[in-house]
């Protein structure tokens, strides 16, 4: 549930799933995009070097206008704790 985070904002929402496939290689966890703000949040492994991080970005075309390293925050943790993400199953008649 701990661990840093790495939020990238893009120029132009066109770019979200580009960022998403370029931090892809660097996620301990599932990404998230949120395409008012601009900005996809992905929670990184161990020792990702933010410098590799924004040579992928670069790599694949992605326009940031900022990439920022954060700890959770308390929302982080509350969600991590109370959402459950497995997938809905199906309930079969008796």
Known sequence: MGGERI????????DLP???????????????????????TVPVAAGTSLLDIVRELDAADVAASDVHRR???LDDVFLALTTDYR????EVPA
């Open 18 to 40: 580009a960022a998403e496939a370029a931090l892809a290689r660097f996620a301990d966890g599932p990404a998230a995009s949120d395409p008012e703000r601009l900005v996809v």
């Open 87 to 90: 997938e809905p199953t199906e």
């Open 71 to 73: 700890q959770p925050t």
């Open 7 to 14: 939020d990238v904002t893009v120029e132009v929402a066109g």
